[in-house]
């Protein structure tokens, strides 16, 4: 199994902070031609997680600009600009490259 | 619109057979490129998947509960059935379902149900 990992494991940010949320792979998730499958979620209490990031970079639908995603291979990097009380929670990577699909342990962001 | 939405027990003893329904819209599972998949969340753990099911009945389960594990479609009725047999505490955990948009070269989760919290406790 590909194994992920995350650091740091939680952060405590004040509103209009940047964030970088790091995830590394065991093996590489980029594929011969190019593409990269890997994933970003954030979990919020209450509530199921949502896609944020997918292909590595790609904003899913209505994600505001302020998230953003980046790597290849086995290291990538979720960055949030400038971090809004919405934005707390749990961040996870996962990679679908292959099955059995594996995710982070998580990145808890609070806000200050 | 996609919708998912799971439905089950919220409480079930150990040794027992968990199955859990999740009835979706918006989407067959005839149609190529989607799948229905199965994550959960223990309390105070991470987030894990569990295993999912493609267009065309193809089904990829989590290696360590593939023993216990089955997970069904009926694609009639818009539903997948997943079934963890001999459950005990390790299964206490939210459940959920979601909707996976699947080709050659991408994958996401993008559609999530509200999830279900379920119980093992004698």
């Known amino acids: 199994d590909i194994v992920m990992t995350q650091s740091p494991g939680s952060l405590h940010v004040t509103p209009g902070e940047a964030v970088s949320i790091s995830c590394w792979s065991s093996e590489s998730v980029q594929s011969p031609d190019g593409h990269i499958y890997l994933d970003w979620y954030l979990k919020k209490p209450g509530q199921a997680p949502q896609l944020l990031i997918y292909l590595a970079s790609r904003r899913a639908s209505g994600v505001p600009d302020r998230f953003s995603g980046s790597g290849s291979g086995t290291d990538f990097t979720l960055t949030i600009s400038r971090v809004e009380a919405e934005d707390v929670g749990i961040y996870y990577c996962i990679q679908v490259r292959q099955t059995p699909f594996t995710l982070g342990p998580g990145t808890r962001v609070d806000i200050k | 619109q996609i919708t998912l939405q799971e439905s089950g027990p919220t409480l079930v003893k150990p040794t027992e057979t968990l199955t859990l329904t999740c009835t979706f819209s918006?989407?067959?599972?005839?149609?190529?490129?989607?799948?229905v998949a199965w994550f959960r969340q223990p309390p105070g753990r991470a987030l894990e998947w569990i295993g999912l099911?493609?267009?065309?009945?193809?089904?990829r389960l989590r290696p360590s509960l593939r023993s216990s594990l089955a997970m069904t479609s009926d694609t009639s009725k818009n539903q997948v059935v997943l079934t963890i047999s001999n459950v005990d505490h390790m299964d206490t955990a939210t459940y959920y379902c979601?909707?996976?948009?699947?080709?050659?070269?991408?994958?996401?989760?993008?559609?999530w149900g509200q999830g279900i919290v379920v119980t093992v406790s004698s």
């Open positions: 918006g989407f067959s599972l005839n149609t190529g490129g989607v799948a």
């Open positions: 099911i493609y267009w065309g009945d193809d089904r």
């Open positions: 979601t909707h996976m948009s699947s080709t050659m070269t991408t994958g996401f989760f993008d559609y």
